[in-house]
C-alpha cells in the first residue's frame, strides 16, 4: 500500500529503536522518509515507574525512512478519547538488522 493515502491524515509511527510518534503526515518519498506535522513523542512509562507516561511535543519532525517500523492511520475519535498519562505498559523494544 502506498503512503500517499495516509498524506494530510494523523498517523502513528513506530521507529525501529521502539519511539512512538504521532503527528500528520506532510510528506514522503520513496525509501519512507517521512515528515510529519503537529508531532509528539509518546513516551509510555512501565506499570511500576511512579511517574505518568508523557506526550512530548516535537512539531515538525523528520524520521528517516530506515528508521521507520510500522506506520498506522490514527482514530482520532478513539485517540481523543485516552488520556495518555495515565497509560502505562513495557518497552516495545528495537528492531535488529
Known sequence: MSLNAYTDKRVCI??????????????????TNLVLKNTVERVIRSPDDGEPSAEVPLGLY?????NVALVGLVDEALDASINWTEVKGAPIGTTKH
Open 62 to 66: 523528520m524520521i528517516r525512512g530506515d
Open 14 to 31: 513506530i521507529t525501529t529503536d521502539g519511539r512512538n510518534l504521532v503527528g500528520t503526515l506532510a510528506a514522503h518519498d520513496y525509501t
